[in-house]
């Protein structure tokens, strides 16, 4: 490809607005341009990139004997009225009625349309398992689109669904999958720790996330050093380092505590440590129920934890206004002593042992002093529901919990029968019996991975392509379009070298320095620069990573080519 016919608009800077490395370097590259808000185009170098994933992806998944699908984009709310999720999924979802009234939505994932499809014509146990895939734009109506790529209301996704008549067939199929997608990453060039996730509204109990460690990184990521436990924040565990003294139960006391607002500011007015105190917080469940949950003063409630717990649609903290109306005290006030209002007492496990703790006195500018468990008050569950601390050791071999930020690049589900039940898809298995087909989900972000690939590879001018998804495997830079020589070797080893690899020449009439400054964005794994020894078939080599370029023979070339590439 001659680089003076390849639409490549580069910047000098990136706009002010762009924050993420890889968005910056991106735009100024001209991989991509943004059409609206969270919404972009491909450019020539961009689009490359993205078929070379695309291309590696399909090759995953033909190992694995998963053929591949085109859903459509636009999609009945029939379908999700039928999984029930057409009001749970939220703002997200874009909609649309047509010309008729029907309501209509852009399809945000597709596990109803594949239920509907695919496991509706899977009669017999002797037709499973099986699966399908396919590479397709996804549509969420994001509140914040930022980022460039990594959170956009338009992007890329792969999507493949299984069903199988038995939980062993599930398992296989999920081990499969998360088989292929390291493959995938692995071949993409990109660092991924596999993590214990929520799943979200996507249903199931079973879900793990591919995380790409990134400065830029929206998730965190608890591990430990060794790597043998690993789990996103909002479901990672760890063990209670703190050993209450044991005491004898006092008398309970009431105690004024006016104006304290903070358990660091009750604390300090107590002359008390903050793990003698039990917060209390009023949850409004499916917007019907009333649920005090508490937990000793130096955690935080962890909300999805407490969701999977109490197996909730929904979940919020009461607002100032239903305090005060519920339990007759506003916030700080609020305990579980005589909380006849509170449909049910959910405890942290951090809450156990203790003695002789302060909660509120359900009255504002009010404490109770020395309340203990089963005396003043029951609890009608216990959990871990709160948010794990850095330092504090894992669950598996006792290691300190570490935090890296990091990017949500993939997601795979074991849904169970989370829709085949609810949209009637089942079979008949080996006795004749009527049973629900068992699913698992599994998705890529197919340019979120493109952006953390640009996050991991960033280089002092530009970027450092992995060599199966680089735009150009190689980059022939000729600095004087009129002499001769260079022109002759230029085009001898673009013909030459563009046999087996994906060559671009810069054929430009341009200077050195915009010539250089344009190929430290290409980011090709190998720049060939031709220059004032081309005469003598002398060109100089340079990898992204190398701090200079050398000089090579031209019939020495060959060889370092294929060393690098294969």
Not at 200 to 208: D, F, H, I, L, Q
Not at 239 to 244: E, N, Q, R, S
Not at 278 to 291: A, D, F, G, P, Q
Request: hydrophobic share 40%; charged share 30%; with cysteine.
């Amino acid at each position: 490809m001659r680089q003076s016919k390849f639409f490549m608009p580069t910047l000098k800077e990136a706009p002010a607005d762009a924050v993420a490395e890889s968005h910056k370097l991106m735009l100024r590259g001209g991989y991509i341009r943004q059409v609206t808000a969270g919404v972009y185009a491909y450019l020539p170098l961009g689009y490359r990139v993205l078929r070379k994933a695309e291309k590696i992806m399909e090759e995953e998944m033909e190992k694995i004997d998963v053929p591949e699908v085109s859903m459509p984009h636009f999609l009945p709310a029939s379908l999700w009225e039928d999984s029930g999720r057409l009001q749970k999924y939220g703002p997200e979802m874009f909609r649309l009625k047509d010309r008729h009234g029907r309501e209509s939505l852009l399809g945000p994932t597709h596990e109803e349309t594949f239920t509907e499809i695919v496991a509706k014509n899977l009669k017999s146990y002797k037709q499973m398992p099986i699966a399908l895939y396919q590479i397709q734009t996804k549509f969420r109506d994001e509140n914040r689109p930022r980022f460039g790529l990594l959170r956009g209301r338009e992007f890329i996704m792969l999507d493949a669904y299984s069903f199988a008549a038995t939980k062993e067939q599930l398992d296989k199929q999920f081990d499969d999958e998360k088989q292929a997608f390291e493959n995938i990453y692995r071949r993409c060039g990109l660092v991924v720790n596999p993590v214990i996730a929520d799943s979200g509204t996507m249903g199931g109990k079973n879900s793990t996330e591919f995380q790409a460690p990134a400065a830029i990184g929206e998730d965190t990521i608890a591990t430990n050093e060794t790597g043998t436990y690993s789990a996103n924040l909002e479901m990672a565990e760890s063990i209670d380092t703190f050993k209450a003294k044991a005491e004898e139960p006092k008398e309970l006391v009431k105690v004024a505590t006016p104006g304290q607002k903070t358990i660091a500011e009750l604390a300090k007015f107590l002359e008390i440590p903050e793990t003698r105190i039990v917060k209390s917080v009023l949850y409004i469940v499916n917007e019907t129920e009333h649920v005090l949950v508490l937990l000793r003063g130096d955690k935080q409630v962890n909300e999805v934890k407490l969701t999977h717990l109490l197996d909730a649609d929904s979940l919020r903290p009461a607002t100032d206004d239903e305090l005060v109306a519920i339990t007759g005290a506003e916030k700080g006030g609020v305990g579980p002593v005589k909380a006849n209002w509170a449909d049910k007492i959910i405890a942290d496990n951090t809450v156990k042992g203790l003695d002789n703790f302060v909660v509120g006195a359900n009255e504002t500018g009010y404490q109770l002093k020395n309340v203990n468990l089963n005396r003043d008050f029951q609890v009608d569950q216990f959990g871990d529901i709160r948010v794990a601390n850095e330092g504090e050791p894992d669950p598996v071999d006792h290691l300190p919990l570490k935090f890296t930020t990091s990017i949500e690049v993939g997601h795979i589900f074991k849904l169970g029968t989370y829709y085949t039940k609810t949209m009637g898809a089942s079979f008949l298995d080996e006795n004749g019996k009527a049973q629900p087909v068992i699913m698992g989900s599994y998705g890529i972000g197919v340019t979120r991975m493109m952006s953390a690939i640009v996050e991991q590879h960033l280089t002092k001018f530009g970027i450092a392509w992995p060599k199966e998804i680089a735009p150009f495997a190689i980059h022939i830079v000729q600095m004087k379009m009129k002499d001769e020589a260079q022109t002759k070797l230029a085009q001898q080893l673009e013909q030459q070298l563009s046999k087996n690899y994906d060559v671009l020449y810069d054929d430009r009439n341009e200077r050195a320095g915009v010539k250089f400054a344009d190929a430290d964005l290409v980011g090709a794994p190998i720049r060939i620069t031709i220059g004032k020894k081309a005469a003598d078939r002398v060109v100089e080599v340079k990898r992204p990573s190398d701090a200079k370029a050398n000089e090579i023979a031209v019939d020495q070339l060959n060889d370092f080519v294929t060393k690098e590439l294969g």
